[in-house]
């Protein structure tokens, strides 16, 4: 039983899946301190009112703290917008920039004399039909 279990733990996918969550809770880490310390007193700075959490309402003798709701939007498109602009959108151009790829245009296409099925233009026989086309005008 042992065996089995040192061999499920060191099977790659294991392995690969435990260091992204490590590294995901550093990186969530990260983005939390950029959000809480930059972000947050930027947007302070500049409208004024950097917590909402004091803001209720009262109704039949019930406390709705609207204002943690407000924190938590805030926050979560703060922290989408950092994720998406510092490192998705880099990450992305770097990738395009190592692989770039070919303008992948459709193959041009040709129709089937037999069963008209559109067919790629180079191919000699028709992959629904099976007829023999090098020998029909295209």
Do not use: W
């Amino acid at each position: 039983m042992f065996k089995g279990f040192t061999k499920f733990i060191m099977r790659g996918n294991a392995v690969d899946l435990a260091v992204a969550v490590v590294m995901g809770a550093a990186f969530g880490a990260v983005v939390t301190a950029l959000v809480k310390d930059l972000l947050t007193p930027l947007i302070a700075a500049i409208v004024g009112k950097p917590d909402f959490a004091n803001m209720t309402f009262s109704l039949h003798n019930s406390r709705f703290l609207y204002g943690e709701f407000i924190n938590a939007v805030v926050s979560f498109v703060l922290v989408a917008g950092a994720v998406y602009y510092l490192v998705i959108t880099p990450l992305n151009a770097l990738t395009k920039r190592l692989h770039p790829q070919e303008d992948e245009s459709p193959p041009k296409l040709k129709e089937c004399p037999e069963c008209l099925s559109e067919i790629p233009e180079a191919a000699r026989r028709c992959k629904f039909c099976t007829v023999t086309l090098s020998a029909t005008p295209s």
